[in-house]
Nanobody, 124 residues
Framework: QVHLVESGGGLVQPGGSLRLSCVVSGFTSEYYSVGWFRQAAGKEREGVACVSRSSGSVYYEDSVKGRFTISRDIAKNTVYLQMNSLKPEDTAVYSC?????????????????WGQGTQVTVSS
């Protein structure tokens, strides 16, 4: 059974940084892609970034380009989302999702496996 567990959320001041982690277990091979999504209060969930197994396919939502970096450690079955220059509008519950695929996608429907999410609050 596939499980995803996020960690690293918290409260940070504007301009600060956080690194989210998503530990993936249960896949029988390494060929899966991972996406990070976020949902702010009263808004729909949106794709933030995703990475394919080989890291050859990477996507960033326009508002986070240049500030967020997605990476993965195959040996640790972990995908990271480094978030720098955080803004109040980045406040949301961040979730990771995974799917058996060679490419990744920012679409919610692409993924069958989801974590519970971690709260990120950017406030002074």
């Amino acid at each position: 059974q596939v499980h995803l567990v996020e960690s690293g959320g918290g409260l940070v001041q504007p301009g600060g940084s956080l690194r989210l982690s998503c530990v993936v277990s249960g896949f029988t091979s390494e060929y899966y892609s991972v996406g990070w999504f976020r949902q702010a209060a009263g808004k729909e969930r949106e794709g933030v970034a995703c990475v394919s197994r080989s890291s050859g396919s990477v996507y960033y939502e326009d508002s986070v380009k240049g500030r967020f970096t997605i990476s993965r450690d195959i040996a640790k079955n972990t995908v990271y989302l480094q978030m720098n220059s955080l803004k109040p509008e980045d406040t949301a519950v961040y979730s990771c999702a995974a799917e058996r695929a060679y490419t990744c996608s920012s679409s919610l429907g692409f993924y069958n496996y989801w974590g519970q999410g971690t709260q990120v609050t950017v406030s002074s």
